[in-house]
């Protein structure tokens, strides 16, 4: 449900009422601050019983009074009305109706027949709403205008919102400060410089930070904003209790105190610590003093370690404990504490189970390239005459030869070390015959003997092999050239020579 300024246009967007998330008209039940759900609104009183005479009245940043329907008039949720101000009479919204009304003034402690309870005028008219959003439209000024007095004056204060009241006449500043403020010659200024009459009105940190609204740091618009209008005292003890790190920086909100949002999970913490020991507990072994380091308070788990040997943590469960303290009080000293570790098991959690026949997640993924060619060395290009070239083992190996006789040349057997099987002479002892033996580092047999020539293929790969295809004319072509190109640089070579 949204109101004629929050729907959209003609062509589909948007409009806003830029009032940051919340409905400046007030129409938007689900979009106001603090708003209070109306469940009991289509059920119909017993006969003979009267409605209940008072409403509640919303005014800017969720600000809320109660106010007595003297005159009986027909009013509903959503109407704006005229009320009793201080002096003069303020406009605002009807929030609740009903007999809901008495449980929130029961909640606030509000007392029917109280003074604070003012009366309705009447509904507001055309001319009260005009003088009200003209009013509502100077706020932004004057809050400007107003810190800069106070910066001229010198004052250790922080104005933080302005609102004026409906029919215009006054004003209220709410600031915030750490000390007391003398503030008389402040409210002189304002006076003057606006008109108006001024009201100045200390707030908390809290009180605020629910005024101006925001989002904190899980994502979500505040609680004092929203819903939260009790705030009760955080104390760093709430952390504490559940094993945070005392990090000011982590633990504080957008108004610069302790989270609210730290007493919520406090009593559910403290209901499991009952059966944990305290941390100062001291536990005797065989091999020395153990003392506590940390726990996890809903896996009952503590980690313990020596006074001696402090960098090694042993595990054990809330029940290995128990039992060590209750050997200690016996006077006997328990085991040493890898015994108890090496008795804890771990189940293994399954965080994804194939129980529809999912495939992989990562089915449709490029499959990753290798790294082989990028790690070789980059190789220089080779001429064709420098392929058929052998260099000699005088010759470096990244050295290139530079004639063509030195080229054809094949290195001579002296200039082989490696090839020629060593000879190794042993002594003789006494009374035996010389021997050597020969020492072959190779461990190869020459090519042309016809004992190492491999055996034909049988069977199927011979069949592979009948099948393969010939070489094509181009590839013969290629390799007669090839001959007769090497015969006529042997010829050369020899002429060379001679």
């Not at 106001?32 to 469940?39: E, Q, R, T, Y």
């Not at 003979?48 to 009986?72: C, D, L, M, Q, T």
């Not at 057997?413 to 020492?439: D, Y």
Request: net charge positive; aromatic share 6%; glycine share 6%.
């Amino acid at each position: 449900m949204s109101c004629s300024s929050c729907a959209t246009n003609k062509s589909g967007v948007p409009k806003g009422c830029k009032s940051n998330g919340n409905c400046a008209t007030g129409t938007c039940g689900s979009g106001n601050k603090l708003a209070v759900f109306d469940w009991l609104s289509n059920m119909t009183l017993p006969s003979g019983e009267a409605p209940f005479n008072i409403v509640e009245v919303r005014f800017k940043n969720g600000r809320k009074h109660f106010y007595k329907n003297s005159e009986n008039l027909t009013i509903s949720m959503g109407d704006v009305v005229a009320v009793e101000g201080s002096s003069g009479h303020d406009v605002g919204i009807v929030s609740l109706a009903g007999e809901l009304v008495k449980v929130q003034m029961k909640k606030r402690k509000v007392a029917a027949d109280s003074d604070d309870v003012k009366k309705i005028y009447r509904k507001a008219s055309q001319k009260d709403i005009d003088v009200w959003q003209e009013a509502r439209g100077r706020e932004l000024e004057t809050q400007r205008k107003g810190r800069e007095i106070i910066s001229r004056l010198g004052l250790k204060m922080k104005l933080s919102d302005v609102e004026y009241q409906g029919d215009g006449t006054k004003a209220t500043f709410y600031y915030t400060a750490d000390e007391r403020v003398d503030f008389r010659q402040l409210i002189r200024d304002l006076a003057s410089a606006f008109s108006i009459r001024v009201e100045m009105r200390q707030v908390g940190m809290r009180q605020e930070a629910a005024r101006l609204g925001g989002i904190g740091s899980c994502g979500r618009e505040l609680c004092c904003s929203t819903w939260l209008t009790d705030f009760r005292k955080v104390n760093t003890a709430a952390a504490r209790y559940q094993q945070l790190s005392l990090n000011p920086l982590k633990l504080a909100g957008q108004c610069g105190k302790l989270k609210c949002c730290l007493n919520y999970e406090l009593d559910t913490y403290l209901d499991a610590l009952q059966s944990f020991p305290k941390q100062d507990k001291v536990l005797n072994t065989e091999k020395g003093e153990a003392v506590f380091v940390k726990m996890d308070i809903f896996k009952k788990l503590l980690w313990y370690t020596y006074k001696e040997e402090s960098f090694k943590w042993y595990k054990l469960s809330l029940e290995q404990v128990q039992e060590i303290i209750e050997l200690n009080k016996n006077n006997e000293l328990a085991l040493p504490l890898e015994e108890y570790e090496f008795e804890i098991t771990e189940e293994v959690s399954v965080n994804f189970e194939n129980v529809v026949g999912q495939d992989s997640l990562t089915r449709f993924d490029a499959p990753k390239k290798g790294r082989k060619n990028s790690r070789r060395r980059k190789r220089k290009p080779i001429n064709k005459k420098e392929a058929n070239q052998a260099p000699s083992n005088n010759q470096r190996s990244n050295k290139k030869p530079t004639n063509k006789k030195d080229a054809n040349q094949t290195p001579s057997n002296n200039q082989r070390p490696n090839r020629k099987p060593q000879r190794k002479s042993v002594k003789p002892e006494a009374g035996s015959k010389t021997e050597t033996k020969r020492v072959d580092n190779r461990k190869s047999k020459p090519k042309n003997n016809p004992r190492n020539r491999k055996p034909r293929p049988e069977g199927k790969n011979a069949e592979k092999q009948k099948g393969q295809p010939k070489n094509n004319k181009n590839q013969q072509r290629r390799n007669n050239n090839q001959r007769k190109k090497n015969n006529s640089d042997r010829k050369n070579n020899t002429n060379n020579e001679k």
